[in-house]
Nanobody, 123 residues
Framework: QGQLVESGGGLVHPGGSLTLSCTAS?????????VAWFRQASGKDREFVAA????????TYADSAKGRFTISRDNPPNTVYLQLNDLTPADTAVYYC???????????????WGRGPQVTVSS
């Protein structure tokens, strides 16, 4: 209970685009100050991708995401999105949405987590 439910993911070609969506199973999860996306490639550590504050005015991106990915949210409904553009094989990973108390690149600030859809970029 209180987890985040994600949709999207799948197989895309290099240079393609994909949109991930994440919806809270209870409203209070996205009542927190920040929503974020992280990703984890096979055999690698989880890494920060992007984060957004409750009002949508404070965004931060990892260097790997700048200029290609866009984080946004709808209030209401309690849904956060990650638009993935110009994808490369290096973007192949499981992507996790999260909600927490502060916009920050550290996972320790986030309390609620999605289960993570797989994004695979391949020819």
């Amino acid at each position: 209970q209180g987890q985040l439910v994600e949709s999207g993911g799948g197989l895309v070609h290099p240079g393609g685009s994909l949109t991930l969506s994440c919806t809270a199973s209870e409203r209070r999860a996205f009542g927190l100050s920040a929503v974020a996306w992280f990703r984890q490639a096979s055999g690698k550590d989880r890494e920060f991708v992007a984060a957004l504050n409750r009002n949508g005015g404070d965004k931060t991106y990892a260097d790997s995401a700048k200029g290609r990915f866009t984080i946004s949210r709808d209030n209401p409904p309690n849904t956060v999105y990650l638009q993935l553009n110009d994808l490369t094989p290096a973007d192949t990973a499981v992507y996790y949405c999260a909600a927490g108390e502060i916009v920050a690149p550290s996972a320790r600030h986030y309390t609620y987590w999605g289960r993570g859809p797989q994004v695979t970029v391949s020819s």
